[in-house]
């Protein structure tokens, strides 16, 4: 069936390091990816999407390139602020008709200043 | 605000118990999602409707139903409690294929 793989946390860097968290994805067809982010107390937030190869996805700095070779969806973000320590989920959509996401377990960044 | 509503906040109820999620979604979106988030499963789809039709079914127990009446607000039943039934609950909303959902801010719900 169809999976998303993502690195496992927690991820602490301190401000200003370039951030890289790892996705990967099986699938059948061709899904539409995301990335959504979860700040603490709060629900899942739409980041960033790709909806066919070599689309990169980009939103408040950070980036991801929709790699079909390679089945992958790698976040990058170039200097990373306190503010953006939370919970980072890859997912895909299959856009068939339920459109379901599958989501990744996430992986949680901490930023130190 | 993302324009998808979901009630209570936070429920605190015993085992054995049944309550009820409530979730608007956002003006315009026909489908509505219901997820389960918790600690050791991650988030785990229950379920779909469109438009007032059941579309998907995931990983929901058969002491969970859902239903989404004619104004599209959806309600999610839970019954029969059970410790393990705590976790946050995700609606989510959708208004075209393939470019991602809409999250309410979740049920947190505590079964003691």
């Known amino acids: 069936g169809n999976s998303v793989t993502q690195m496992e946390g927690p991820v602490t860097l301190s401000e200003e390091a370039f951030l890289t968290i790892n996705c990967t994805y099986t699938?059948?067809?061709?899904?539409?990816l995301f990335w959504y982010v979860q700040y603490p107390g709060e629900g899942l937030q739409l980041l960033l999407k790709?909806?066919?190869?070599?689309d990169k996805g980009s939103n408040k700095g950070f980036e991801a390139t929709y790699r079909k070779e390679t089945t992958s969806f790698h976040l990058e973000k170039g200097s990373v602020q306190v503010s953006d320590s939370a919970v980072y989920f890859c997912a895909l959509s299959e856009r068939d008709r339920d459109d379901k996401i599958i989501f990744g377990k996430g992986t949680r960044l901490h930023i130190l200043p | 605000d993302s324009g998808v509503t979901q009630t209570p906040k936070h429920l605190i109820t015993a085992t054995g118990q049944r309550v009820t999620l409530r979730c608007s979604p956002r003006?315009?979106?026909?489908?509505v999602y219901w997820y389960q988030q918790s600690l050791d499963q991650g988030l785990q789809f229950l379920i779909q409707y469109y438009n007032g039709e059941e579309r998907a079914k995931g990983n929901i127990l058969e002491r969970f139903s859902a239903q989404q009446f004619p104004d599209l607000h959806s309600e999610l039943n839970l019954s029969s409690l059970e410790l393990g039934d705590s976790a946050l609950y995700f609606c989510a909303s959708s208004y075209r294929v393939g470019y991602g959902y809409t999250f309410g801010s979740g049920t947190r719900l505590t079964v003691v």
């Open positions: 003006s315009g979106d026909l489908s």
């Open positions: 790709a909806t066919k190869a070599d």
């Open positions: 699938a059948t067809g061709y899904p539409s």
